[in-house]
Structures are given as structure tokens and as C-alpha cells.
């Protein structure tokens, strides 16, 4: 069922029909392609039209200014729809910005944008509508501005229609916007940072302060929690719970958004949205022109994005009243795609690959499929380069319903591509395939050389911004009072300082994380993270700008030089050395002087290591059967930063298809699935640390049947009773010796193969005994080992027993017949066989003129008999003919030529085949006259008509074995007798047909009707007009009696215009019809006028003698006929007549003329002239013609019916 609605959404001009006040009705339906929305106009289509909607859709675009932007669509629908274009905020009709373009050979239909501005960014729609609907799609334009900053208070203008927002709402966020804020003090937190922290999961806590440069983790933790108690006592007045805090995040059909679960004390409180301060204004409905929407579903809020922009990142706040419940920042990447998602083509079972590079680092990209979030696991692989510049997505053993568009998402910034999976032709019908290891798909390049190229030009970046940054800071300040002169302090233990603000930008920061504060001196070389190992030494080395003092500290606690770890300082380098690594010197040391401060973190550990019990175990083989899935195992201690791999030959091996892996803690496994015999090999683990990295070997051994033996088959010796054939053994025997070789043979031409024997390993070759000389023979041979036979290895050819010996020659053949199409021959068999038994005969035939003799049987398809019918002739050409005899050694010597025979039909007197002698054909229509023949050589044919010539009209088509004679359009006229004669050289032959023309006949004239004697009229009749042109028309009699109340046929096929009627009764009216009849059907009838009571009555003389009695004798009549009955089976039937006569008549009952009356089977009654006859359970049997005829001295009445039984 269709759900009908009211269309109140706008249309351009032309894009829907008549409406009333801009509205439709219209149906809702959805289309198979996401994203559009179909309007069917009517109820129901007529059959064979069809409403428009999308095989393709346009694809969201991003795109730099000044590019060549366009949008492409496929729509479908009859009639063939018209497409429009339109955008949200302006119109598309210039023609220099926009170009509307159609490809009729790809139905392709294109908007074009060249030279794309920033404001063409927007949400264009496409409209597809026809008569019978019309289909929507939405799509969004993404312009990146290039050399200058948006105009933002033209789009702040163009979403607050009534105003400047700034002006309109009073309320303000604690977050102040950037025009507001004061500047801050040195040292002093940005608000954003608790609010951020508020909202924020505990992960998430470091890296928070990482970015605002917040280093006292316990001070951070202490105060926040105090704000965490105050803010939920403020948000207490306004909530009852809140939950699921979803941080804003980009979506797959490019909207942002975030959601929380929030449950209001009171409905009716307002919500405020703010973005870096600022107070923006939303939508609560899924419209298209509001920016931003803010939607309920039960308790769970979720606030959307829609066609995002890079000034769209910042901070998102969402307030009940006063007080702030959610904050979230939504960060824009400067990132774009150097090598973008290549479609992907896959057969069935196959892995797929996606990949792209970024231009910078990016951890963790959005992946999508078919519109959906994709996550790692068993169906996908998610891969990502070192460097992070490569992204990876693996579609694992792909099927028919895994294709369509696999997209993926970084910032703002997005790419698709299809993947076409394609069925498997080489599987069997009705069996899954079989898992294949091959990849499909990628980019095509190296992409590691496009992400090296990128890395060195963001390295060089980094170089330039540092060397920038330490120009500024080299800088004197202006106007700064000089500095007291320095003087020495005394020493004391200092304390960790306290936790700074670091002013440069992270992007740009030295992995040694330096703080400047004073200019002074500086740290050149600052300290990093290192990994030592567990007992050798380790150093750590800090460069100044110029001779100072500095102090080491070790996670907050400051160090003095001991033998242990010595504090060295040369010049402005300082070293602190640690002399023997242990695991309690594992920790963060920093390096202090002055206001200067670097730090690093030193790991103390060791190279992996296996337990040698389990590293025993491991290093035994593993020995499976094909098919079967073989498993590794290996325990190792737990390790931070551990990486495990496995690899087999030296290629490492990869999650997915038929490997699994798993990482536990404290051990890995590897399971191969369905293993093969190529799957034998070394298997090793590899564990990889900072410190190092150990391995260790197994080796898997896969049993499998052995591979066949080596061929050639080689032929050692052949005898009249021997043949001796030999072999190599198998080049795999399958992971386990071959214990033994199987024979068999075959007798040429046969399909049975017979089992010799067994042959132990250790010997290749056999010899075969039993053979008859002469015959050929073929052998195969196995190779067998425990897991079972191999394939086996053939001859390429026949060996015959003994040498060859061929049959004498046959005789000559003979020719039987001859035809056009066919050449029958005989011969004899050799009189000398040369004692091997005849098997058949091979026929060969030579054209005439030729050289070439073609076989008309292979030899392996001999001939049994001695005649065969050669049907590969081609008539007129005239062939001779050889044959050969066949035994076991192969075809014998040929026979002599035969005589040069002709493939023609032999000379015959022409004679037709089952002619019709009489044709009758309505006026008007056409006359076809076919005549089949037979006749060698072909005979000439001459149509006639009563013996002269036919007209010129008149069409005569001669093809081979038959005429046609056609008159187009037949006249009374054309009536004749045709005839065909047929004339060759050995003679001729006629054959007359008569046509007859003619119409259906006109109504005879009028009727009269005379009473001559007693009983019997006389009826003339005027001749129909018809009577003179057809000498076939003749008339029928049809009588009407008011006592039986029914027309019956009492003259047939008079040709007189006259009939006498006999049995006219006194009493009783009479009516006559009379009928003209032809070959074409009956004519309307001509009707008499009615005779009967005192009508044209004729006197009837007494004989000169008067009398007054009155006599009351009459014959028999029926006064109510019987009914026409139907019962079904094993119902009864009750059948009534009345009959009246003076003297009272005889009444019997007869059934398919047989008479009833003493049937036990009839209950039969006749009660003062009412004859009844009953059945009590009528039968199939009792069906047919029931007739009662009632007769006295007078005369005989009769009436009949008929009774159907039905099943």
C-alpha cells in the first residue's frame, strides 16, 4: 500500500503538474538509490509509464576555488523525464556560472560550474519530473576560498533573515568570542580548556592538556573536580539525568554532529546553541535551508552540521537557560587527498583493496561502505602506514551484495570509489568457491615513494617554522629595562617549577618539548624519549646557547652526580650518564637552567624472549592433510610496545581469507584454514620491540596425494605378445614416499579400462603379457602413496602388439541410386583379410576435376555394412568413390575408383501428388490454387481455363515440385474448370480443378400456398435471383404446426420451385419457409402466409348425401412435448407428456430408439393422456434420446428429448 501525504514542498517552474494553491497530492514512494525522494502524481500508472527516478545520483563535492566543478545524474522513467537544477540560497539561471548539458549516448545529464567561486558553495538539488511524478536528490558543493578569508557577516545575514543575531539575543556563553576576549597573562589557562575537560571522557584528558600545554596533571585533576561539583548543582536545577556524551564527529553522508541523552525538568526550557561564544541559530525540523538543526528523538538530543566548511571548526556549547550541560570541538584538519580511491573490480571470494595518501599525518580516518561506518573486523581491515599518510581499507572475501560506493572521510574532506564484485565463472554451478588469497583493487601506484615525497616537504615545513619561531624569539624586545646584572645563588633543592603555558604551536614543536621564556640563553639540543636495555649503559645530553648552569630531574625529584649515574658537564654541553640500566631507572628526567627547561623519557627493557620449553615445542614440525587447518601456538611474556608477526617463506602473512591471527597478551596463534600442499614451508614468529627483535622457526608439512608420474610413457619393447612400457616417479610425492605404482589399460576404441597390477616403488617400468597382436593399446599409471592414488600420467599414443598389419583392398563399389541429395553405393569385403579380423570399412569420395580424396567416416568410426548412403553431395556434381577395409592395426589399402556418378534425380514423367479436384472461394476473396509434382527434368507448365488460355490477371507461381495459381480478387465470373499441364522430355500430364465463385444466395420470392385434395397444400414459390448464376443453388422446406410449436426441415435439396406438404391436419395453422442454398450457406427465408383453420379451405363434397352427425375420431397428437433434463449422477429425473386421440392411443417409451416399457429400471404411467416416466437414481448409461410416440387406427404422433447426466 502507497502512504498518500500532501506535497507541499516548493517546485521551480515546469517541475510538477497543475496543482491548486502550489500543493499536489501526490504518493510518496522510495527509490532503490538512497537519497532520493519520489512524488508519484496518480494512483495507479498505466502499464508500460513509469515515474522518474535516479539510477545514478550526483556525488557531494569539495573543491578549490577557480576549479572546474560539475555534477552528474542518470535518471530513468517513460516518458523520458526532464531534469532541472536548483540551488538553496539563489538561482541558477546565468548562464556564464552555470551550464546545464545532456549526452544522449550515456544518458548522462551534467551541471557545470566553470571557474567556481566561494559562493556557489551551497546545496543544489536536481529535479527529474514527467508526467506521472518527479524525483528529488540533494547535493552539496564544498568551495575552499584561496588567498582570503570569508566574508562572515554575509552569512551570518543570510541565516538570520530578521537581523543581526548579535543584536537580537541577549544572552551571552562564558566563552567569550575572539573579538571579545581579553588578552590573556602569561601563564594564564584558556577558559576553553575546562570546558573542554568538563564534557570530556578521562582518556581524553591528556591529550587536552597536551594541546593547552598543561603539565601538572594533579593540580589539573584537583580543580576540576571542584568545577565538575558546581557544575552539576547548576545543572541540577534545570535536569533530572544526563548521559551518553557524544563528541562531534563527521558523518558518511557529510553532516557533523553530536548527541547526549538528556532529560529536562521541565520541557518548556529553552535550549541555546553557541559556537566559540557566539549564539547560532537552528532548526528543529529536517529542513534544507537552516545551517545548523537541533533534533529530539524521546530523550536523546542531536545537534547537525550540514554543508560543512573549514570556518565551521571551533568550540560547540549547548546551554539549558543559563547553564552550560555539553561542550564539544569540532576540529577542521588542513588535510587533502595526494592520491584518491581507485574503483576496485573483484570476482567472488577475492579481497578488495581501497587506499589513498593524505597530505599530512592523520591517525585514524572515517571509513564507509554503502553509507555505513566500516570498523575493523573480521569482514574489514583497516590499515595505516607508520608515517600515517597512508590509509588502507581491505574488503575481505567478497560476495555479489558487498559492491557499491566505499567512501572515506578526513576532516572535511572526502573520496569514493565503487567496488564491482563479479561472479565467479570457473566455480562449479551449485558449490560455493573457493576461497582465493589474490587482492583486487588499489591505486595502482607506489605509494610509499608519494608518501616519502610528502613527508621530506613536511619536514621542510617544520625546518622553516622552527627557524622562524627562534628569529622571533632571537629578537631584542622593544622597549624591555635591562636586565639586573646575574649573580651566583646559592645552591639549594630546587623543585619541580611550576606548570607553564607553552605559547608555540604543537604542529610546529621540537619533539624535545622546550619552554622558552627568557631570551637569554636557549637549549639547542634538547633531550627525547629512548629505550635502553636492561644492564648497558645509557646517556642523556643537553646543548645551550651559551655556558650555564643547569639541574637534572628524575620524575619531579632532582638528581646529584653519583658513580652510578654521573653528572658530566663540558662547556654548554650537559650529560647525565646512567652507567648500567635497571628498571627502576625507567622514568621522565628534565633538564633545568634558568627559565629553560627540556625533558625526556628514558624506557628501560630488554629484547624479547621465548621460553626454551616452549620454543622446543614450537620449533617441532606440524603435519596436517589438505584441507584440513593446521594451528601455531607460542607463549611469550607480556610486553608493552610488542609487536608480533607472523611470516611463511619469508612473506609476511596478513589477517584474512583463509589466515587467521591473534594477539593475546601473553601468546599468539596463527591458524591456516584449508590448507594446500603449496602451503608447506617454514612458518616463523617474529616478536618486535624498541629493544630488539627475536624469532623463531617451525615448519608446516601439508600431506597430499602424490603428484602423477613423470611421461613421457616410453614404449620399451612391443611384441605379437608383449608390450613393455616404462616411467619416472612423481616430482611431489605428497609429503610421504610413494609406496607403489597401479597400471591399467585400455583397448583402442573402447571406453573400458582394466587394472594390471601393482608395481612395488622402487621400479618404473612394466611389461603386459596379455595383448593380441595387431591391436592397439592404451595404458595410464598412479602413483600411490598413504593419503592416496595421484592423477594418473598417459600415453599420448596408441602402442600396437606386434607390427602392423592392414587389410587387403575391398571391391570396387557399385552405385544403387542416384538423386539430387543422395548417392547410395555397394562393395564387397577383401578376399584377402591377411588374417586379422575386418572391423569396417572407411568410404572416401573424389569431385570431379579434383585431386583431394575427402573420408566420409573417420577411422575410429568404421562403416559395418558394405552400402552406406553418401548424403554430403552437392547436386549436378558428379563424384567417384573408394573404400578401405578397417582391422585393429587401422585402414587397409583402397579399393579401385569407382564410375564418376552424378548427384541428380533420375529422369521421370511428370505426375501430381494429391491434387484437390473441386475449390469453392466466397466473392472478393482470393483463389489459390496449389498443385504439387514430381518430374525429372524439370517440366513446363501451362494453366488453362475451359481450355483457353487464362487471363492476364490471373498470377501463376512456379516453384521447384510445385505451381500456384492466384486470382487476386475473385469474381462469380472466374468460375471455371483450371487445368494444369506438366510437359518434359519423357512426358506429360494434365489435371482439370474446378473453381467455383460464388456468394451466399438471396431470399427466394414470395409464397403461395394451395389446398388440391384432403392433407395435403401445395407451396410454390417465386426462383431466387441467385438460381440462373449458380447451377448448385437449390432450397429448403421449413414447417411450423401450432401444435408443436417448433420449425423442422420437411424438404432438402429441391431444385424445383414447387412441394407438396403431406399431413396437413384440420384444426391446425400452418407456416412454411423456403431457403435458397448453395455451396456458401443458406440464404434469409422467404416466408408463407399462415394456413389453416377455414384458410383457402377447399369444400369437400358429401356425395349428394346430408347428415347432422358430428364425428369425434382423431389421430394422435402431442398437446405438451417432453423437456430437455440434466441431472447430475444419482439424482432422480421425473419426465411428463400429455397426448390426446380418439380412440385413445397407445403410448410408448423408447430410449436411443430401443423400447423402455417393460425396463424394471423406468417406473412408466399414463394417466388419462398424461405419460410420465420416472427414475429413481438416474446412471451415465441412462444418457440419450428418449422418444414417446403415441399411435391409434388414425394415425401416429411422436416427441422426443434428450437426457445428459452429468458427472
Not at 451 to 478: G, M, S
Not at 626 to 646: C, T
Not at 1089 to 1116: A, Y
Request: with cysteine.
Amino acid at each position: 500500500m502507497f502512504r498518500k501525504s500532501k506535497v507541499t514542498e516548493g517546485t521551480a517552474t515546469g517541475q510538477a503538474p497543475d496543482a491548486e494553491n502550489g500543493k499536489e497530492v501526490g504518493i510518496k514512494k522510495k527509490s532503490r538509490v538512497p537519497g532520493v525522494m519520489i512524488t508519484q502524481f496518480i494512483e495507479t500508472l498505466p502499464e508500460g509509464k513509469s515515474h522518474p527516478d535516479f539510477t545514478r545520483k550526483p556525488i557531494a563535492l569539495t573543491i578549490q576555488e577557480g576549479k572546474f566543478a560539475f555534477f552528474k545524474a542518470i535518471v530513468t522513467g517513460d516518458p523520458q523525464p526532464t531534469v532541472t537544477w536548483s540551488r538553496n540560497n539563489g538561482d541558477v539561471s546565468d548562464t556564464s556560472r552555470y551550464q546545464t548539458k545532456y549526452d544522449p549516448n550515456s544518458n548522462e545529464h551534467t551541471f557545470e560550474m566553470p571557474n567556481v567561486k566561494s559562493d556557489q558553495a551551497d546545496t543544489y538539488k536536481c529535479f527529474a519530473t514527467n508526467e506521472y511524478g518527479q524525483a528529488v536528490v540533494t547535493v552539496v558543493l564544498n568551495v575552499i576560498a584561496v588567498g582570503f578569508k570569508k566574508d562572515k557577516a554575509q552569512k551570518q545575514e543570510a541565516e538570520a533573515p530578521d537581523g543581526n543575531f548579535k543584536t537580537v539575543l541577549k544572552r551571552k556563553s562564558k566563552i567569550r568570542p575572539k573579538s571579545e576576549q581579553p588578552a590573556r597573562k602569561e601563564g594564564e589557562i584558556d577558559p576553553k580548556f575546562w570546558e573542554l575537560l568538563l564534557s570530556a571522557d578521562k582518556k581524553d584528558y591528556e591529550s587536552i592538556c597536551t594541546e593547552f600545554g598543561v603539565t601538572d596533571f594533579r593540580w589539573m585533576l584537583k580543580k576540576l573536580n571542584e568545577m565538575k561539583k558546581e557544575r552539576e548543582e547548576e545543572q541540577a536545577q534545570f535536569i533530572k539525568s544526563l548521559s551518553n556524551l557524544k563528541p562531534i564527529e563527521v558523518k558518511a553522508d557529510g553532516t557533523a554532529s553530536f548527541e547526549i541523552d538528556m532529560d529536562l525538568i521541565e520541557p518548556s526550557s529553552s535550549i541555546f546553541i553557541y559556537k566559540d561564544g557566539e549564539m547560532i541559530p537552528y532548526t528543529k525540523e529536517l529542513g534544507d535551508k537552516m545551517k545548523h538543526s537541533l533534533n529530539k528523538v524521546g530523550k536523546k538530543y542531536i545537534f547537525s552540521l550540514r554543508d560543512l566548511m573549514p570556518d565551521d571548526a571551533g568550540l560547540y556549547q549547548l546551554d539549558v537557560e543559563d547553564v552550560n550541560i555539553f561542550s564539544t570541538e569540532f576540529k577542521i584538519p588542513m588535510v587533502d587527498f595526494l592520491v584518491k580511491l581507485e574503483e576496485a573490480k573483484a570476482v567472488e571470494r577475492e579481497d578488495a583493496v581501497f587506499e589513498c595518501v593524505l597530505s599530512n599525518p592523520f591517525s585514524k580516518i572515517l571509513w564507509f561502505g554503502k553509507n555505513l561506518p566500516l570498523e575493523q573486523n573480521d569482514k574489514y581491515d583497516i590499515e595505516v602506514s607508520e608515517d600515517k599518510l597512508i590509509h588502507r581499507l581491505v574488503v575481505k572475501d567478497c560476495m555479489i551484495v558487498d559492491k557499491g560506493i566505499y567512501s572515506c572521510c578526513a576532516g572535511i574532506k572526502s573520496c569514493n570509489a565503487w567496488l564491482i564484485v563479479e561472479a565467479d565463472k570457473n566455480a562449479d554451478k551449485g558449490k560455493k568457491s573457493v576461497r582465493k588469497t589474490t587482492r583486487a583493487g588499489g591505486s595502482g601506484i607506489d605509494l610509499q615513494k608519494v608518501a616519502e615525497e610528502q613527508q621530506v616537504k613536511l619536514e621542510k615545513q617544520r625546518e622553516e617554522k622552527k627557524q622562524q619561531i627562534k628569529a622571533t624569539a632571537a629578537a631584542p624586545p622593544p622597549e624591555t629595562p635591562p636586565a639586573p646584572a646575574p649573580t651566583k645563588a646559592e645552591p639549594k633543592a630546587p623543585k619541580d617549577p611550576e606548570p607553564k603555558i607553552e605559547t608555540e604551536p604543537a604542529a610546529v614543536a621540537d619533539p624535545a618539548a622546550v619552554e622558552v621564556v627568557s631570551t637569554d640563553s636557549e637549549i639547542t639540543c634538547g633531550l627525547s624519549d629512548i629505550y635502553a636495555l636492561r644492564g648497558n649503559p645509557a646517556e642523556l645530553a643537553v646543548k645551550m646557547s651559551m655556558d650555564c648552569d643547569g639541574t637534572w630531574f628524575k620524575d619531579g625529584e632532582q638528581l646529584n652526580s653519583g658513580s652510578r649515574i654521573p653528572i658530566t658537564k663540558e662547556g654548554t654541553s650537559h650529560k647525565l650518564t646512567i652507567q648500567s640500566c635497571g628498571d627502576e631507572d625507567s622514568g621522565l628526567y628534565r633538564f633545568v637552567s634558568g627559565d629553560h627547561s627540556t625533558q625526556g623519557k628514558v624506557t628501560v627493557g630488554g629484547v624479547p624472549e621465548f621460553d626454551p620449553d616452549d620454543l622446543h615445542k614450537f620449533s617441532k614440525p606440524v603435519i596436517v592433510r589438505v584441507g584440513q587447518n593446521a594451528a601455531f601456538k607460542v607463549p611469550f611474556p607480556p610486553q608493552e610496545s610488542l609487536v608480533v608477526s607472523w611470516f611463511k617463506e619469508g612473506t609476511e602473512l596478513k589477517d584474512g581469507g583463509g589466515v587467521k591471527i591473534v594477539r593475546e597478551p601473553s601468546h599468539s596463534r596463527l591458524l591456516l584454514r584449508d590448507c594446500l600442499r603449496t602451503d608447506t614451508g617454514e612458518i616463523k614468529i617474529q616478536l618486535k620491540n624498541p629493544f630488539g627483535v627475536v624469532e623463531a622457526a617451525s615448519k608446516l608439512i601439508v600431506l597430499d596425494r602424490p603428484g602423477p608420474p613423470e611421461g613421457p610413457v616410453e614404449t620399451v619393447e612391443t611384441t605379437s605378445s608383449i608390450i613393455e612400457i616404462k616411467w619416472n616417479p612423481p616430482k611431489d610425492d605428497g609429503g610421504s614416499a610413494v609406496t607403489n605404482y597401479i597400471t591399467e589399460r585400455q583397448q583402442a576404441g573402447q571406453s573400458l579400462w582394466t587394472k594390471l597390477g601393482d608395481v612395488s616403488a622402487d621400479k618404473t617400468s612394466f611389461r603386459d603379457r596379455n595383448v593380441t597382436h595387431g591391436k592397439k593399446y592404451n595404458y595410464r599409471i598412479y602413483a600411490e602413496n598413504p593419503e592416496g592414488l595421484s592423477d594418473p600420467l598417459e600415453t599420448a599414443v596408441s602402442i600396437m602388439a606386434g607390427a602392423m598389419i592392414l587389410s587387403g583392398p575391398p571391391g570396387t563399389p557399385t552405385l544403387v541410386s542416384a538423386s539430387k541429395t543422395c548417392i547410395r553405393l555397394t562393395w564387397t569385403p577383401p578376399e584377402d583379410d591377411r588374417g586379422v579380423p575386418i572391423i569396417g570399412y572407411q568410404l572416401e569420395k573424389r569431385k570431379k576435376d579434383t585431386n583431394q580424396w575427402i573420408a566420409l567416416n573417420a577411422a575410429n568410426e568404421p562403416i559395418e555394412d558394405v552400402n552406406y548412403a553418401v548424403k554430403d553431395v552437392t547436386e549436378g556434381a558428379e563424384y567417384e568413390f573408394r573404400v578401405s577395409a578397417i582391422n585393429e592395426s587401422g585402414s587397409g589399402d583402397p579399393s579401385p575408383p569407382s564410375e564418376m556418378v552424378c548427384a541428380k534425380n533420375p529422369n521421370m514423367r511428370p505426375c501430381f501428388k494429391d491434387p484437390e479436384d473441386f475449390i469453392v472461394v466466397r466473392a472478393g476473396n482470393s483463389v489459390r490454387v496449389n498443385i504439387c509434382y514430381e518430374a525429372e527434368p524439370p517440366p513446363h507448365i501451362t494453366w488453362l481455363k475451359d481450355d483457353e488460355p487464362i487471363s492476364p490477371w490471373v498470377n501463376v507461381i512456379n516453384t521447384e515440385g510445385m505451381s500456384q495459381l492466384v486470382i487476386p480478387s475473385s469474381k462469380r465470373s472466374d468460375s471455371a474448370i483450371y487445368s494444369i499441364k506438366a510437359k518434359n522430355s519423357v512426358g506429360e500430364a494434365s489435371f482439370d480443378i474446378e473453381v467455383r465463385v460464388t456468394d451466399e444466395p438471396k431470399t427466394p420470392g414470395p409464397v403461395e400456398i394451395e389446398q388440391t385434395v384432403h392433407g395435403k397444400v401445395a407451396i410454390s414459390w417465386a426462383p431466387s435471383p441467385d438460381q440462373e448464376l449458380d447451377d448448385r443453388l437449390y432450397y429448403v422446406v421449413s414447417q411450423h404446426d401450432s401444435n408443436t410449436r417448433v420449425w423442422k426441415t420437411v424438404a432438402d435439396r429441391l431444385f424445383a420451385n414447387t412441394y407438396t406438404a403431406n399431413n396437413i391436419l384440420p384444426g391446425r395453422q400452418y407456416l412454411f419457409r423456403i431457403y435458397a442454398k448453395n455451396d456458401m450457406g443458406l440464404s434469409d427465408p422467404s416466408q408463407s402466409p399462415t394456413w389453416g383453420i377455414n384458410n383457402n379451405r377447399v369444400p369437400i363434397s358429401s356425395r349428394g348425401v346430408n347428415s347432422s352427425e358430428h364425428c369425434f375420431e382423431r389421430p394422435p397428437s402431442i398437446l405438451v412435448p417432453l423437456k430437455v433434463h440434466t441431472p447430475p449422477k444419482g439424482y432422480k429425473v421425473y419426465m411428463t407428456c400429455a397426448v390426446r386421440g380418439c380412440p385413445a392411443p397407445t403410448v410408448s417409451w423408447y430410449l436411443n430408439d430401443v423400447c423402455i416399457n417393460s425396463d424394471n429400471n423406468f417406473y412408466i404411467t399414463n394417466s388419462f393422456g398424461v405419460c410420465s416416466m420416472f427414475i429413481l437414481r438416474v446412471r451415465s448409461i441412462d444418457s440419450g434420446d428418449y422418444k414417446v410416440v403415441a399411435v391409434n387406427p388414425l394415425g401416429k404422433a411422436e416427441c422426443s428429448t434428450k437426457l445428459i447426466v452429468r458427472d
